[in-house]
Nanobody, 116 residues
Framework: QVQLVESGGGLVQPGGSLRLSCAAS????????MNWYRQAPGKERELVAAIARTGGSTNYADSVKGRFTISRDNAKNTVYLQMNSLKPEDTAVYYC?????????WGQGTQVTVSS
């Protein structure tokens, strides 16, 4: 059974940090690129960060460049998103996504709220 389980979300003040984790099971984790998406109320889901299968290549949305870092540990079947200097506009549900051509999986999401 394929599972992607996100954790680490919560309420944080502007300027603070959070580290999201996504634990994968039920598929060959190292064969998939991994992505973090987010969706704010009333907005479309957007790609935040992506990392290649080996972790050798990463990409970020312009809105998070220099503040967020995506990483993965293929030995632990886990992908991370380190979020620093958080802003109120980062408030959203964050989703983990495993992707390869013609096949992808999604987690259930974790809420991140940035507010004073």
């Amino acid at each position: 059974q394929v599972q992607l389980v996100e954790s680490g979300g919560g309420l944080v003040q502007p300027g603070g940090s959070l580290r999201l984790s996504c634990a994968a099971s039920g598929f060959t984790f190292s064969s998939y690129a991994m992505n973090w998406y987010r969706q704010a109320p009333g907005k479309e889901r957007e790609l935040v960060a992506a990392i290649a299968r080996t972790g050798g290549s990463t990409n970020y949305a312009d809105s998070v460049k220099g503040r967020f870092t995506i990483s993965r540990d293929n030995a632990k079947n886990t992908v991370y998103l380190q979020m620093n200097s958080l802003k109120p506009e980062d408030t959203a549900v964050y989703y983990c996504n495993a992707w390869k051509p013609a096949n992808d999986y999604w987690g259930q999401g974790t809420q991140v709220t940035v507010s004073s």
